[in-house]
């Protein structure tokens, strides 16, 4: 099984930037496409973005695309979010998962993911 390692969170001002990062053990990771969630306090974890296996295709929540931009690096097994314009709303516990297949158009289920990281906290202050 992966595992799967986030960093980057933080608290920053509305209006500022955070970079995630989600580090991937094992030498399969270019074979699968990763996604991001968030889970704000007292609310359902929801989807926030996902990239197929060789980055060539993205897709984006409604409440961030503009803002996010998900990348990644297959050479260094890890997969980016880069956060601008954050909002208060934004704040929220951010978790990548690795998606069961390299590409697909289920990118909102949760049981599409096989495997999840610990989260990284990610604050924004008004």
């Known amino acids: 099984q992966v595992q799967l390692v986030e960093s980057g969170g933080g608290l920053v001002q509305a209006g500022g930037s955070l970079r995630l990062s989600c580090a991937a053990s094992?030498?399969?990771?270019?074979?699968?496409?990763m996604g991001w969630f968030r889970q704000a306090p007292g609310k359902e974890r929801e989807f926030v973005a996902a990239?197929?296996?060789?980055?060539?295709?993205?897709y984006y929540a409604d409440s961030v695309n503009g803002r996010f931009t998900i990348s990644r690096g297959n050479a260094k097994n890890t997969v980016y979010l880069q956060m601008n314009s954050l909002k208060p709303e934004d704040t929220a516990v951010y978790y990548c998962?690795?998606?069961?297949?390299?590409?697909?158009?289920?990118?909102?289920?949760?049981?599409?993911?096989?495997?999840w990281g610990q989260g990284t906290q990610v604050t924004v202050s008004s």
């Open positions: 094992g030498r399969t990771f270019s074979n699968y496409a």
């Open positions: 990239i197929s296996w060789n980055g060539g295709s993205t």
């Open positions: 998962a690795r998606f069961k297949r390299g590409d697909g158009s289920s990118w909102q289920e949760q049981g599409e993911y096989d495997s």
